[in-house]
Nanobody
Framework: QVQLVESGGGLVQAGGSLRLSCAASGRTFSTYSMGWFRQAPGKEREFVAAVSWSGRTSYYADSVKGRFTISRVNAKNTVFLQMNSLKPEDTAVYLC????????????????????WGQGTQVTVSS
């Protein structure tokens, strides 16, 4: 079982930046590929970014490509989402997710690809 706790959300003006963190429990963090999703009120949960278990490969939604960067520090059991040039349409609850240990498949874009979820952190971007 993996527990995920997000932090770093808040209120920021358009054009600003935030850095989200996701701390994971357990001693096998380096075997989990990780992702970030977001859900705005009244909308479906959508994929934002993912990083492979090694950190060598990352994936992004078209809507955030060039503005967001996902990274991980396995020694600290933490994955980050650096968000720059924020827009009001980025407003949502951001959730961290982990795939099953040892799942090295290149499936990252769907909720069902992930086995564990955090509670989320609110990001609000004002215009």
């Amino acid at each position: 079982q993996v527990q995920l706790v997000e932090s770093g959300g808040g209120l920021v003006q358009a054009g600003g930046s935030l850095r989200l963190s996701c701390a994971a429990s357990g001693r096998t963090f380096s075997t989990y590929s990780m992702g970030w999703f977001r859900q705005a009120p009244g909308k479906e949960r959508e994929f934002v970014a993912a990083v492979s278990w090694s950190g060598r490969t990352s994936y992004y939604a078209d809507s955030v490509k060039g503005r967001f960067t996902i990274s991980r520090v396995n020694a600290k059991n933490t994955v980050f989402l650096q968000m720059n040039s924020l827009k009001p349409e980025d407003t949502a609850v951001y959730l961290c997710a982990a795939k099953r240990a040892g799942d090295y498949s290149a499936n990252y874009y769907y909720q069902n690809d992930y086995a564990y979820w955090g509670q989320g952190t609110q990001v609000t971007v004002s215009s």
